[in-house]
Nanobody, 124 residues
Framework: QVQLVESGGGLVQAGGSLRLSCAAS????????MGWFRQVPGLERDFVAG????????DYADSVTGRFTVSRDNAENTVYLQMNGLKPEDTAVYYC?????????????????WGQGTQVTVSS
């Protein structure tokens, strides 16, 4: 069992930055592939980024490549999403999730555990 808690969301102007954190409970955090998704009300939950259990390999949605960076600290049981060059279209609730498979699943059904989400709002 893994419990995930996101933090770091907020309101930021276009072009600004935020760093999201996802703290995980449980002693097997470093065995999970970790992913970040985002969701706008009424729309599907979309893949943003994911990272391997070791942190050595990452995958990104085309819409965030070059602006977002995913990383993890297994000693701290935490995964991060550094978001730079934010755009109004990045506004969404951001979720972290844990999966027991590799490569990084890009669909929500590939993940076993989810956090409660954190709101990111980018103003123009």
């Amino acid at each position: 069992q893994v419990q995930l808690v996101e933090s770091g969301g907020g309101l930021v102007q276009a072009g600004g930055s935020l760093r999201l954190s996802c703290a995980a409970s449980g002693r097997t955090f470093d065995s999970y592939t970790m992913g970040w998704f985002r969701q706008v009300p009424g729309l599907e939950r979309d893949f943003v980024a994911g990272v391997s259990w070791s942190g050595g390999t990452a995958d990104y949605a085309d819409s965030v490549t070059g602006r977002f960076t995913v990383s993890r600290d297994n000693a701290e049981n935490t995964v991060y999403l550094q978001m730079n060059g934010l755009k109004p279209e990045d506004t969404a609730v951001y979720y972290c999730a844990a999966a027991s498979q590799w490569p990084v699943p890009r669909k929500p059904y590939g993940y076993h555990y989810w956090g409660q989400g954190t709101q990111v709002t980018v103003s123009s």
